[in-house]
């Protein structure tokens, strides 16, 4: 058994808003071995990218974390001063987001915004040195003519080749953990396959640690080594990868699998999941999924179903699982 | 029972580039659509596929006429739109309606639902406002979506609730080919499902015809009867989806259809990604267009340029080796596992309950 990088206890994020506190996050438990992927799934609203906002501790105002650890390598990143945060992001734990061009300042070179983020960590390198690193930083991430690209603005680079340059400047300090929120959502199938084989050999060199944030289940298949399912701000299902699409548990796990059209067969109508996600001002009694399941039964409207392991090393919050037991 | 609608031949798009801020020189042209031929039969769905810039859109926008084509023609009905003005374009304009792929952008944020969906038969002139008021009424309810919804706007909505609005819109004025741009790319997959059920259901109760553009293979496989894949401007391959499922004969299909990550972790590594970047259609590469990428390219490819030839029934490709090629390679059984299938199985039974 590998040791974890990061354990997750108890995590709570509220934020303020006008008819009161809201919590997008509520009581997430979750861990990450060394050197391994953990993917989170689920439809968008379900507190993924707060969630991860909430490790980096770039959670913005009106929201806070309310309660809960974070704890990388047995330090609790929750109770740090912002001077020791700054620290630790870039050199411990790096993040990149769905949209690579928001994050990207156009108007600065990509070799000044790649050097830049080297200097925050090694201010006394100088210029030449920095270059030198930029560009091989470039070159690690596979860029074509990366003493080229260097001195090119974001707007000159395709999606693609953005979201690398996005993957260069997070890697640029070797972080042991790096958070990757929908990576890949914004771009096509074909450019999705080059991030994710470059993302898998990084990892093979560098023995980092990556939380993969998607809703696409076929790329949960493809990278996570386990897998935790999120709805409404509460992780649904956990288990390794093989277990959660071997043996879905949850009723929403089965859901999201029922809704992907699969190469594999063709269904007249797809499984969907009837309704949407509730926002946290409106949040049902009890299992917050009754809603929209079609396993619902009178006690699921009153009790919060806690995280539970179903079979070994395999939990999932339903009263009901696995469903069979109570088919009819 | 074939019925052609819609016939499209040799269609383009050509952007001029200029440079110079007083006497703007032409130094080049975008090549967005680059001589396009294709044909969609009533109550059909022809998918238009392929990544990002590759000139869907366009292909769009020129068939509904929201802007000329640079050269070919486009026939509904046998009718050549290109050439038709005044009532004839209006009448014909009614029968080609769209739904757009961002839900959050293709509405007017400052008409009510019922507004939206009667705005095209207010154009068009059909109804009095209370055949108007029933109809919005019997669409919301066609699209799932509630008669107290009707006063509401668009930005209470749900991204799937306003995809079912923008549907709602295009059938108020029952027309018979519907071009769906991208109308589910932005969903989650659960909601993409629900609209895509929606889809499929509505076209078999009226006879409707999709263009349905999309850039995800395995959406297209749930909802196309044929699959036409688009490469720089040009289409590629066209062909039955079976058939072009079962034995893709373009390189690029191929390479699309192996990018699909499967969800099933016991098929990891499969996917293969292809190499180098989309050539810009502003200087679209010599010969083949898709040598600079392609894992078979000779040296004939760079010179010689392959036309879209028949390879077997209802199937085309533009490739000069399609035939040579060695087997795709492609493995799409597997599927689910037992459990997840016992538990699906019970699910599907307990939501029809
Ligand atoms: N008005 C315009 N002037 C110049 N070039 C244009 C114009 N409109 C489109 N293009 C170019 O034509 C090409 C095709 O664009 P189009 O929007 O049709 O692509 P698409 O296949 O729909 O892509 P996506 O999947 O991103 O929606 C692109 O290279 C685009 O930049
Ligand atoms: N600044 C904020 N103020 C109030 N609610 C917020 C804020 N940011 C996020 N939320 C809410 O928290 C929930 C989870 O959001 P998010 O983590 O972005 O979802 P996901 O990444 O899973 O799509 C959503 O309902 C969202 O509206
Ligand atoms: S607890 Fe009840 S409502 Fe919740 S997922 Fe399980 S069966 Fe469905
Ligand atoms: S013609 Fe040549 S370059 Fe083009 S797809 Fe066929 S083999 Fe590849
Ligand atoms: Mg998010
Ligand atoms: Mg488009």
């Not at chain 1, 009178?298 to 539970?308: F, G, N, T």
Request: charged share 25%; aromatic share 4%.
């Amino acid at each position: 058994m590998s040791e974890d990088l990061l354990r997750i206890e108890g995590l709570r994020t509220v934020f303020r808003t006008h008819g009161g506190e809201v919590t997008a996050v509520d009581g997430v438990d979750l861990s990450v071995p060394r050197g391994r992927t953990l993917g989170i799934v689920g439809e968008s609203g379900c507190g993924k990218s707060v969630l991860s906002l909430s490790i980096m501790r770039l959670v913005a105002h009106p929201g806070r974390i309310a309660a809960g650890r974070v704890l990388l390598e047995g330090r609790d990143l929750v109770g740090l001063s912002s001077a020791e945060m700054r620290q630790v992001r870039g050199s411990q734990v790096a993040m990149i987001f769905q949209e690579p061009m928001t994050s990207l300042n156009p108007v600065h070179t990509v070799g000044f915004q790649i050097t830049e983020a080297m200097r925050a960590h090694d201010p006394r390198a100088s210029a030449t040195e920095l270059r030198e690193r930029a560009i091989e930083a470039l070159n690690r991430v596979r860029i074509p003519s990366p003493d080229r690209r260097f001195d090119e603005y974001p707007h000159q680079l395709s999606g693609g080749m953005r979201q690398r340059v996005m993957i260069a400047m997070a890697l640029a300090c070797r972080p042991k953990l790096l958070i990757a929120d929908e990576p890949t959502t914004a771009l096509d199938v074909t450019v999705q396959a080059q991030i994710l084989d470059l993302l898998r050999d990084l990892q093979a060199e560098t023995g980092m640690s990556i939380i993969l944030i998607t809703h696409d289940l076929g790329v949960v298949a493809e990278m996570a080594d386990e897998v935790a399912v999120m709805y409404a701000g509460r992780v649904v299902e956990r288990a390794e990868a093989g277990a959660i699409f071997g043996d879905p548990m949850h009723p929403y796990t089965l859901g999201l699998l029922g809704s992907v059209p699969r190469l594999d067969e063709e269904r007249e109508t797809l499984l969907a999941i009837d309704g949407s996600v509730p926002p946290p001002f409106a949040l049902p009694k009890g299992c917050r999924f009754h809603p929209r399941c079609p396993f619902a039964a009178a006690e699921c409207k009153s009790d919060q179903p806690p995280l539970r392991e179903v079979v070994s090393g395999h939990s999932a919050a339903c009263l009901r699982a696995p469903v069979e037991a109570f088919a009819a | 029972m074939s019925e052609t609608l819609l016939e499209v031949t040799g269609l383009a798009k050509h952007y001029p580039v200029r440079k110079g801020l007083i006497v703007a020189k032409q130094v080049g042209t975008v090549r967005a659509v680059d001589g396009v031929s294709f044909s969609v039969s009533r109550g059909e769905t022809l998918a238009l596929v392929g990544e990002s810039g590759c000139g869907k859109s366009t292909t769009a926008r020129l068939v509904l006429r929201l802007i000329e084509p640079s050269a070919g023609s486009i026939r509904f009905e046998g009718v050549d739109v290109t050439r038709i003005t005044g009532a004839a374009q209006r009448a014909m304009r009614r029968r080609m309606q769209i739904v757009f792929q961002d839900p959050y952008a293709s509405l007017n944020p400052r008409l009510t639902v019922a507004e939206t969906i009667a705005e095209p038969m207010l154009v068009h002139g059909i109804g009095d406002a209370a055949a108007r008021r029933k109809r919005v009424e019997e669409l919301l309810s066609l699209v799932g979506l509630r008669a107290f919804h009707a006063q509401r706007y668009p930005h209470e909505f749900s991204g799937g609730q306003r995809q079912r609005i923008g549907i709602a819109r295009a059938l108020s004025v029952q027309p018979d080919l519907v071009v769906c741009d991208e109308p589910v790319s932005a969903l989650d997959v659960s909601i993409q499902a629900q609209v895509v059920n929606l889809l499929k259901d509505l076209q078999r109760r009226f006879g409707l015809a999709y263009l349905f553009i999309a850039h995800d293979l395995a959406v297209v496989k749930h909802v196309a009867d044929r699959v036409a894949v688009m490469y720089l401007g040009q289409i590629v391959e066209i062909g039955d989806k079976r058939s072009l499922f079962a034995s893709p004969r373009h390189p690029y299909t191929r390479a699309l259809l192996s990018a699909i990550p499967h969800p099933d972790p016991e098929r990891r590594g499969q996917v293969k990604p292809l190499g180098g970047d989309l050539p810009s259609p502003l200087n679209p590469p010599p010969g083949c267009r898709f040598h600079t990428r392609c894992p078979f390219a000779q040296e004939r490819c760079r010179r010689e340029v392959p036309e879209l030839r028949r390879l077997g029934p209802g199937h085309d490709a533009a490739c000069h080796f399609a035939e040579t090629l060695p087997p795709a390679g492609l493995d799409f059984t597997g599927g689910l596992s037992e459990n997840a299938a016992k538990r699906l199985a019970l699910y599907a039974k307990a939501r029809a309950a």
